[in-house]
């Protein structure tokens, strides 16, 4: 099974063109407060110009309301709706008939990140794990013990759907995350140099997902 990859958090058409032409199946789009937060309006500018070569738009938000989120996705051709904060399973499910689109539920690891999963069983469409920082939803470039990612794999398998992990995965470290066999990575500051994306970043973590696809 190969490797799938979401570069997360492009702020301007640079990036989104950057990305589009790496072998990344999804492409992460953030409408929450952040400092790589961008409005619907741009991106529907960007997409004119940028072919996405089949890649699919993710579309992140932290505990925006139902209505809110089903009309960007009116917007903006989303094939996802990652869910970021602390929304329930109930909200899940009105998000998932609002906009018709599967959605993925980020999970912050901690002690009780396993029961968490339990709780969206049925509902969410995959999980992406990403580390626990105070006062911050994600794009910390910190990572967390990853030697418990095999007992996140174990659960979304359990429930049959696909688990991507996030935080702090860049060049460096990524054949370290590899010996855990995670379905999916996402990155996001780990493919930037100096606030862009950075094709020669993105080539190098490929590579090694390549090498070790081709061992596996």
Known sequence: MSILLKYCGHRSLQDLQTSADSRAHYL?????????????????EWIKIVKLNKKKLVGVFVNASVSEIAHIAKEVPLSIIQCHGKETPEQIIQIKKATRLSVWKVIHHSEEALEQMKRFNGIADGYIIDSQVKGEWGGTGISFNWEFVPSYLLEAERQGVRCLIAGGVHPDNIEELLRYKPHGIDISSGIEDGEQKNKRKIQFIEEKVEKYESCS
């Open 28 to 44: 992460g789009l953030i409408f929450a407060q952040s400092k790589r937060q961008v409005q619907p309006s741009e991106v529907k």
